[in-house]
């Protein structure tokens, strides 16, 4: 049987996707990856390979296969690794609004200069204090949104681990044969149309849906993003 499995971006957790679920006509599963929520670690020794590793072993610990892998936003480091370990197990990739880097390139390299500049501060000041403040992030995640989507953000968001920032890609899962999407967002402020384009082109034959959304699509679209994915069922 077909199901979702959904992983969070920068910042984010589990929580992101609850706007969402209701709205998918599949089981899905929610995954956090070490650092916050359901998998706390320290923030400090976290690398790709781990949050890897974690969101595989949560794959294979639920019994899932004909999986849609979703990730969002910085998820990007992350689903070309799964792939790696368990290819078997997965019937597409899904990247909303996703930064994959280049191989051996980082998303610090990568970002727009206003939003890696936010990046490299929130980076510098080490895991304890790597977050963001109110009205950042309202720029970067909550455009578009209303004052309960905002809101519900704002007090969810989390400190992130400051290695993957710098951390080199890797890509070789991306050599699987498991289809892939890209869902283009085009109010996006955190990861500009260029950058989106760019990232579509490194992906290989991805497929590409555009949503007239802001960076936190499954908040402030919920309805919108599922529609799309329920399409793959």
Not at 70 to 83: F, I, K, N, Q, Y
Not at 157 to 175: D, F
Request: hydrophobic share 45%; with cysteine.
């Amino acid at each position: 049987m077909a199901s979702f499995v959904l992983i969070h971006g920068g910042g984010h957790g589990a929580w992101c996707w609850g706007p969402l679920m209701p709205y998918l006509a599949a089981p899905a599963l929610a995954l956090d990856l070490p650092g916050r929520g359901r998998h706390p670690a320290d923030l400090e020794s976290i690398t790709c390979d781990v949050w890897a590793d974690s969101a595989a072993a949560d794959i294979e610990k639920a019994g899932l296969s004909d999986v849609i892998l979703v990730g969002h936003s910085m998820a990007g480091l992350t689903l070309p690794r799964v792939v790696e370990r368990i290819p078997e197990r997965l019937a597409r990739l899904v990247f909303v609004a996703c930064t994959t880097p280049p191989e051996g390139g980082s998303i610090l390299g990568e970002l727009d200069p206003d939003v890696a500049e936010i990046a490299a501060a929130a980076n510098a000041a080490g895991a304890e204090q790597f977050g963001l403040t109110d009205e950042q992030a309202m720029g970067m995640f909550c455009n578009g949104m209303d004052a309960v989507q905002t809101r519900f953000v704002l007090d969810n968001l989390c400190p992130e681990a400051p290695g993957p920032l710098s951390e080199p890609m890797r890509l070789a899962g991306l050599a699987q044969p498991v289809p892939r999407t890209y869902v283009k967002l085009l109010r996006d402020a955190t990861l500009s149309q260029e950058l989106q384009d760019a990232v579509i082109a490194r992906l290989g034959d991805a497929e590409v849906r555009t949503l007239d959304a802001c960076h936190d699509v499954m908040i402030s679209h919920p309805r919108e993003l599922a529609e799309l994915l329920n399409g793959y069922l």
